[in-house]
């Protein structure tokens, strides 16, 4: 039987060879704050010098908040003239589409400016300034529907600011304004009303954002604080379980669950820490005594395939057994301390002082490098004592860097 060029054509054309599958990036961490991008045939190697680059925004305003991708349409932070921003931008051109007022301008000894990540869900983008303003933004104009502060909930802006992501879920915004009112409050998203807080949880807000998770037959929201790791119901707030976290200094990453377990890590010489959850939420304290070899400071851990992977402040780069906490492999000489992103069988590393983004693959097996480069230009306008700190991200084949007011866009679609 002869083949149909046209029906041949019509199927290459509906299966490119690459099966490039996009996803959008609603939120920190992404669609389920588990920092796994959902693309699939990106690129495995990067060419001599990195990626193409398909564009520079280098008005994306001052500060370390990270980038949320939905529609087309980029949303990140950044502060212009003594005023945070949420920014609105092309995906596509990296053209500024709109910006509005989103808080005053936080000021701090590493950088001013807002370090949180907008949320975006059902045509709003909810956004949490540095000084604490939660706010509700229309994403086709930009109009401001409302706006509270973590003040008004009883809160109080922690050293570094408040550098939480909103949570929303269901009919809820969901933060952790930290205080006697209760450390995390939810708010109803159309209005902006308080509907509940955490009166049995009043730690102070610390820097991790929360997850949300079904366990036990309950919606739970998980945070960690300087003091505590623990869950409340998403139905009222009411306290599920609670474990002693032994932080020092500032407490930032956030929580992974998996299978019933919560892990949580810190860094300042406290390290890691796994609770298992068991029937009617008794909560084990597997490490009562920390792990010490994931001292994660705040470029974040990921998940992958029972293996926990990020930069440890003893060892460097570091794969842990998620369940046995037993070290894998650990490598300090190829790349500092960073960030850590995953996408499609690899890690998405980005090292803090020199801007160098590096493709590992995620294996336990070891350090295997297919390629890196370093940002280029970088911000004149950065604090002394800042670096890059903004999470990579991997959306609709496209990795996206941020260096202050410098917005990068490179393509790694592998097409």
């Excluded at 908040?65 to 939905?70: A, E, M, R």
């Excluded at 409340?232 to 609670?242: C, I, P, Q, T, Y």
């Amino acid at each position: 039987m002869k083949s149909n060029p046209v029906l041949l054509l019509a199927v290459a054309v509906a299966f490119p060879l690459s099966h490039l599958v996009s996803a959008d990036w609603p939120q920190w961490r992404g669609p389920n704050r588990d920092d796994h991008s959902g693309d699939t045939g990106l690129l495995k190697q990067w060419p001599e010098g990195g990626p193409k680059l398909v564009w520079t925004n280098k008005d994306a305003g001052l500060g370390y908040s990270g980038c949320s991708i939905v529609g087309g349409t980029l949303y990140t932070l950044g502060a212009r003239d003594a005023v945070e921003y949420v920014v609105a931008i092309d995906a596509n051109t990296g053209k500024e589409k709109w910006s509005a007022e989103a808080g005053a301008l936080l000021t701090n000894g590493w950088g001013d400016g807002p370090r949180s990540t907008p949320t975006v869900a059902g045509g709003k983008v909810y956004t949490l300034s540095g000084k604490g303003q939660l706010s509700c933004f229309n994403t086709a104009d930009g109009k401001l529907v409302w706006k509270t502060t973590m003040e008004d909930a009883g809160g109080k802006v922690p050293g570094w600011g408040y550098t939480e992501s909103p949570l929303v879920e269901g009919n809820l915004v969901v933060c952790t304004p930290g205080g006697a009112q209760g450390a995390i409050a939810a708010f109803d998203k159309v209005s902006g009303k308080k509907v509940w807080q955490s009166a049995d949880w009043t730690d102070p807000a610390q820097y991790s954002s929360i997850i949300a998770v079904d366990l036990n037959g309950a919606r739970q929201f998980i945070q960690l604080t300087m003091q505590s790791v623990g869950a409340v119901n998403a139905k009222d707030g009411s306290l599920l379980w609670k474990v002693p976290f032994p932080g020092k200094t500032a407490v930032i990453p956030t929580p992974i669950f998996n299978d019933g377990h919560v892990f949580v890590c810190a860094g300042y010489n406290v390290g890691a820490k796994l609770v298992k959850i068991g029937s009617g939420n008794k909560a084990e304290d597997l490490n009562p005594d920390m792990n010490p070899a994931m001292e994660n400071h705040h470029g974040g851990v990921v998940l992958v395939d029972g293996h926990l992977y990020g930069h440890s402040n003893k060892g460097g780069w570091t794969c842990l057994d998620f369940k046995t906490g037993a070290v894998k492999w650990q490598e300090q000489k190829a790349l500092g301390k960073g960030a850590i992103h995953y996408a499609d069988g690899q890690l998405y590393l980005l090292e803090e002082k020199t801007g160098t983004a590096a493709l590992i693959d995620a294996s336990p097996a070891g350090w295997k490098e297919h390629g890196r480069f370093t940002l280029t230009p970088q911000t004149t306008q950065r604090n002394p004592k800042g670096m890059v700190w903004t999470h990579p991200v991997v959306a609709n084949g496209k990795l996206y860097l941020r260096d202050q007011e410098l917005l990068f866009c490179f393509d790694v679609s592998g097409k």
